[in-house]
């Protein structure tokens, strides 16, 4: 495949006298990709029923014609007012019984069987009069799943369709209430239709009944999707693509991304730093222009992995954004750092959004590759530059990876279940691991929970995965890499109860944990070769060896053979000496990095990346703040 | 009285089979006592009016005739889903005005009416059946009354039952309106049908107004107690209890006491440190894991004057839970230690919660003396040892205590009606007094505010009571001891207004309190002779002694015999110096002990508890980290 | 005019056998005014449309008898309980969605048009009686507009209000979906019907519609007021005031303003420090029983404006209040400076709140002039002092202010609409310049935002002014003096989009902001000159002169002529460098003051003020703790 980099466009905000311009300067700029119409649905349909396709029809083909490729998305992610008034339930309702209502975007319930028939009337439209145009090579079904807190809705549509799952599910009350542990308090259901959400109760709600609306939420934005998907193969044979946002958690991106052709996300490093990461004032402070030097990597193995290899950056931050609590510049050269940095881990392509910053509405704060009056933005030139360097660099790969992470969202739902210690969560656990993985300058793969093929990797790591699954599980026993397991991995069923026998019962492992603790962060558990563990432990009957444990006797890491299970969650200086033994056991080369300093392989290169504000020394080159270096492997 | 100890089973949580296994080893950890039954009404009546008493019958045979005797709670916490079907406004409903539902527990309003019907029916049907039943030896109303924020219901229920409340006690709105003070804005009321309830007012309601609803809340949870002790009392002569939960303050222990035979409580002390307690990060992170010195033995003293001198600890914590923000594992030792300062205090009974720890629902991290693969856990040893221990002291009893401190439910309601300060809380004061009489060494009474005689005590403490009783007036006016009254008591009348004359108006002391100031906790008020007035302070117009000053010259404790008024909130280094002068000069002597070194005495012994993580050396004897030590007297 | 006290008094409150004596006592204390009936709805009209007018009158002639003057309150902020049967749905609604309840005060919506109809018979029939009575000597509308959040509401009547307001507006939607910017995510509108209340959105709603909601909300105010002062002035010839209470900016004091003779606030220190500044820790410790150095002049500057030279003091702190977070006590003296303060800076009367301390109800903890035992509380001696000191200087003027600071109520709503930093607030932006002003010494003028006329000053100031208006453009074109712009002023245009050519566009100063960064409060930019830009800065793109820069090399001050621009916020030691640059170039001179002393000069006197709690020595003069000094100029 191509690197390539592309850019976000609404002809509907702009006078159709200026379309050709910007399209004749997207294209002297190097662009490949223009995104267009995920928010035009009043435009499109601006009446019930009546469809207004020429002006979509001449900008397509005014791009088009520039030698631009058009992505085009659904707009279902902004339903016109009109559409209350034929479905005045539609509305997700917040867990406060709130509807959320018109005024902004995604005011929709994914339950809604009324508003999925409208989705499938427009994205039917859509599909059957630019399937085959010649101009559009990709598809974009809605726009961010998810962002805005808007998976888990507490409306009657909702209910419904929840009793319908759970009815399906179970096929009997009887079953269900087994499966709950029901009799506990009384909570017995003698039907399907006495069940109500899990919100809004006296204390907190059987996890088991959490943890079943979990999954129905996560499988009713597959389903919505989905809708889409086979709507769109029917017209069309361009690739489909979903744009997810970063650090949303809410459903599963394997099921939904199974239905697509390539994941792409939208990466706001400066946005996510400020408004969606567990660090200190001082990572914030060190980082506020360049963004956390870990949190894009991860999410680009995510959607590698999610992707099945095909991903992009469908939204590519280029300078201050609007949303975000504080809203930094960032440091000249990080719109080429970030671009870099995703073709280094395999992005067919990089869009920025957007191309002309909007003078009007919500995002008018947010930065594009043009000013509002037209005049070239910072990012602008940095766009330039990379469509330069990617002349040397046309193809994309990524390297093979020797370590790999298990990331699992019905883990993130579990532990918000039922974090049973307030800082508790799953995505800080293992991105914690990811990030300990990247300061020791390792290639990762991410893989998802059902994972059956581990034999790829020296090293597997598997921490806080509520549930293993039975592939996994089989992957392990015939695994002859490292694999590290826990902190409370396997440590539910799939119905959410404590399995008898105990966990973690890993096969050839004989370790039980007898109890567990959680603890506030100012009381660290020493651990006898250094470091702490922090937040929670775990105490272990074992017969296994006991390869680490805290001051205090607490078997801290068993293991047997290849399989090592770790009791705690361990700070940055226990991870470090964890991670190093384990993979330089298996031969592995670590190279601990210095803070803010990453790197990633190509087939080809290795690439470097200098989030620091200051240059970084290397002895055989020198890196500038915010900047790229790569040589030939 | 014995001391015995017990333990809280649910039969319809294990397979039929597993009972009689479970009773045997029950009665051969030496257990006295089962809890059972207070969750389990969907199993005793699945569909409204068919009950299934089979299954109970022989549960409570098969514990029966292993030796155990059984507590049977009333289920009346934990209405089936098919009562909402009766009466769907039975639900409370939250100061925001949102019902809150069926999926956990303790899903009712106080006040409606068909549901204490169905109450009484169930009740009812229990006493009747086991009223005479040889193993059934003590009954337990409800379940914790008041768990989970439930005292305050803002419901139809609610509001219908207020306006009957206010009618019978003012008999007309004229004389409401003269109480409340109601023509301070316009607030007057025509008819008792125009009154609401104090919630989602535009800025605060008339603290009369308030204060009048707080009172009503408190009486309907005594009346629906009072409603289930008279069946009960009917049917059967066993003693009947309730199991109050720690720091619950809503309503009036004393009140709903009186109806019953035996005061209990839950004593969750890990929970309770990380979830109910205003102290430093620094007391947090010291006594993590094995709870606060004092909030136990605050309670046991509190449930002795509740019970009078008859109570339990129903609920006793036996490894980590699964509620607070954080749950850590207690130290070895502290299951047992707990035990012991109970029953130093009196206590008849410890019964732990839970036999075995459920797999499933929303405790299933709730540790028990089992783990959910019936294996023993921690605290299991440490029961069986104080098993062993009780042999040699089986006799309970209290020693004399030569100080008292007055406890107040409606103060509690009084200061959070009107804090004045946003850190003033009645219970934190309360409890910061019996703290400082535990740290040199005293056994402490509690008394009801209303009591009468006094003449027991060489000290008696009265800090923020916010209306004196007449029986306490008059019995301070006779009393020889040493009284400290203050600060903010008697300040308010029963009808929430400043008395004219002034506060505190004591007999036989002239004081009046000129005005009030909060302060922020970082602005302390210098004492002369050291420490701080913190939060509060008082100016005083007097002609009595003035036996302290603050360093500008406001007089921080007046006196006149016997009879002082403290004009401020002492911090610990205050309090130390004032409660060690008032009891030396009763002859007292004071014994300041190190931190987390605690004593009590009963007539025969005097027993030590070091809540420390290391040992303390007392010269004459050392006391390991958690460990108790006794000697007789 | 003379310089006078007065006080506020509730006959209706006490018995009426004391109003003789509480009048006698008024007029021996040398206070000139009573205000009083602003919450006597319930009194004045029991009954719909049955009037109790007796009390009332007796009361008048009693207190005016006495030798008091009467300013007389509409009762419009406590409609009584049996308003809300005439019209249920006259509660304000909060933006959750909950109705406003009765219960306290100021529980109605202004869009509400049956409860305006109540409201002009009340104050038609007050105005028919009172109009011409000897001792009315001035009118008050309502209480305190926009306290207790009481300005927007989100009922029916508003909405069906607010699309009435935007119909009148824009005349069609299309000419709406136009300036709002609608096609971005397809919000476009068919109808006014169609249009909601930018609440309970997904995310964000337009930024423009919640500015036109603001808006729209601001007149409601002053039509509602408009309302009384046309139905007052058909019978009186009393001048109108209305209390407003400190930072309220919720509407604009200006257009309410217009409607009244005098403009007057309730100045109450010691609660404003506690709750509504954003200041260290350590400045609220140092000021806790003074109140804040500058909050008080920065008010008293504002209302001048607004009353275009005529203001009161309505109700003075004479004590420690009930409604803040703590409630010190005032030093001795500040009751005293507070009023002199008051009149240095042009006040015509200080009346303090309230005569005596009311026993009951919401207040009860509110000190007054005397204790609730009619004994003088602290404040009764300090009033005393003033009105002895007030026969030395009994006429009231104000001294030419050199320097003036533009304030813009509507910039305070655009920058709440859409802060994009998370601490970006318009009040505490221009009360950072008020008060660096006044840390120089300076003499203050404060202009509304159409200001037309400039010439007076030799320095003006418009920090954060979000749409410079057409008057102020013109005057500034104009302007010989020196006028500092920015930082973020002019950056919106009236219907809330950026405007293109880009701000802050200004005549004469070629400038552009390229674009801008909000910071979080722990990331200052340090400027070269010393000191930070916080919060906020901007890259501006300029041929003008470039008078500062920050070190990293963006412009921060850039002129042409007597105009500069300022391109972020400066913290303390960069605002006093630049003011004093500033100002000594315009030939003022400045006064660095110390910590806690201020000063303000009259035409004939220079007033000195120690908000500290120590004295201060200056040489030729020492100023006591809480001290005022003053001498001839
Ligand atoms: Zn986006
Ligand atoms: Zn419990
Ligand atoms: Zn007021």
Same mark, same amino acid.
């Given at each position: ?41 009043? =435009? ?15 900008? &397509? ?47 929709? %319930? ?14 039917? @439209? ?68 006495? &069940? ?13 009944? *959490? ?14 999707? =989905?809708?889409?998907?086979?709507? &769109? ?55 506020? =222009? ?27 931050? +280029?300078?201050?954004?609007?949303? @975000? ?25 990089? %869009? ?7 003078? !009007? ?8 590759? #043009? ?22 660099? +046309?193809?994309?790969? *990524? ?51 059902? @994972? ?10 598997? /921490? ?82 006991? #390869? ?45 990095? /210095?803070?803010?300093?990453? =790197? ?20 055989? !080159? ?12």
């Amino acid at each position: 495949m191509k690197r390539t980099l592309g850019v976000c466009y609404y002809p509907e905000h702009w006078p159709e006298a200026q379309w050709a311009e910007d399209a004749a300067r997207m294209a002297d700029l190097g662009l490949t990709w223009v995104r267009i119409g995920e928010f035009a649905w009043s =435009r499109i349909e601006p009446v019930p029923g009546k469809f207004e396709w020429n002006w979509l029809d001449r900008a &397509i083909e005014t791009l088009g014609k520039a030698g631009l490729q058009v992505v085009l998305g659904t707009p279902t992610a902004t339903p016109p007012r009109w559409m209350l008034d034929r479905h005045p339930d539609m509305l997700a309702v917040d867990a406060q019984g709130r509807p959320r209502g018109f005024g902004s975007r995604r005011h929709y %319930c994914f339950s809604h069987r009324g508003y999925r028939k409208d989705c499938a009337r427009i994205v039917t @439209a859509l599909a059957e009069r630019y399937g085959r145009n010649p101009y559009v090579a990709a598809w974009q079904t809605d726009n961010e799943y998810g962002c805005h807190d808007t998976v888990l809705s507490y409306s009657d549509a909702a209910l419904h369709a929840f009793r319908d799952w759970l009815a399906q599910r179970y096929q009997s009350t009887e079953a269900l209430n087994r499966a709950w542990g029901n009799v506990f308090w009384s909570m017995e259901y003698a039907t399907f239709d006495e &069940i109500g959400l899990p919100n809004l109760t006296v204390t907190e709600a059987n996890p088991a009944h *959490t943890m079943a609306f979990r999954r129905f939420a996560s499988d009713e934005v597959a389903s919505f999707n =989905r809708l889409q998907t086979e709507i &769109i193969r029917k017209h069309s044979a361009a690739p489909i693509a979903h744009n997810y946002m970063g650090r949303i958690t809410e459903f599963d991106h394997f099921a939904t991304g199974a239905d697509l052709d390539i994941a792409s996300w939208d990466a706001y490093p400066l946005g996510f730093l400020s408004d969606r990461l567990e660090v200190t004032p001082e990572h914030k402070r060190r980082f506020v =222009r360049q963004g956390d030097p870990d949190f894009q990597a991860f999410h680009h193995d995510l959607y590698r992995a999610v992707g099945r290899g095909r991903w992009w950056i469908m939204e590519q931050q +280029p300078g201050p954004v609007n949303w @975000a609590p504080w809203n930094a510049d960032p440091l000249p050269g990080m719109a080429r750092l970030w671009a870099w940095e995703a073709f280094a881990h395999g992005a067919e392509a990089v %869009c920025y959004f957007r191309w002309r910053q909007a003078p !009007f509405a919500q995002e008018q704060m947010h930065a594009g590759l #043009l000013r509002p009056d037209s005049v070239p933005a910072q990012a602008y030139a940095e766009a330039a530059q990379v469509v330069e360097e990617l002349l040397a660099m +046309p193809e994309v790969d *990524t390297a093979r990876a020797d370590v790999a992470l298990v990331f699992d969202y019905a883990s993130a739902w579990a532990w918000q279940t039922q974090p049973q210690g307030r800082d508790f969560d799953y995505f800080r656990l293992a991105f914690a691991f990811y990030r300990g993985l990247r300061r020791l300058g390792l290639n990762i793969d991410i893989l998802p929970p059902d @994972a059956a093929q581990l034999d790829a990797y020296k090293v597997v790591l598997a /921490p806080g995965i509520a549930t293993l699954s039975e592939p996994l599980l089989a992957a392990l026993a015939r695994y002859k890499g490292a694999a590290l397991i826990g902190p409370r991995s396997n440590s539910k069923t799939v119905e959410f109860a404590t399995p008898v026998p105990l966990p973690p019962n890993l096969p050839g492992l004989d370790a039980t944990v007898a109890r567990v603790e959680s603890l506030p962060p100012d009381v660290p558990v020493p651990l006898d070769r250094g470091g702490n563990f922090l937040h929670w432990r775990e105490k272990l009957d074992t017969t296994g060896s006991v #390869l680490e444990s805290c001051t205090d006797g607490w078997p801290a890491i068993v293991g047997s053979g290849g399989l090592r299970y770790l009791a705690g969650w361990p700070d940055d200086a226990a991870l470090d000496r964890i991670l190093t033994d384990l993979c330089t056991a298996q031969g592995l080369t670590v190279d601990p990095l /210095p803070e803010g300093l990453r =790197r990633r392989d190509s087939s080809t290169h290795r690439f470097w990346f200098n989030y620091n504000a200051v240059p970084v020394d290397r002895a055989d !080159f020198m890196i500038p703040a915010a900047g790229v270096h790569w040589e030939k492997l």
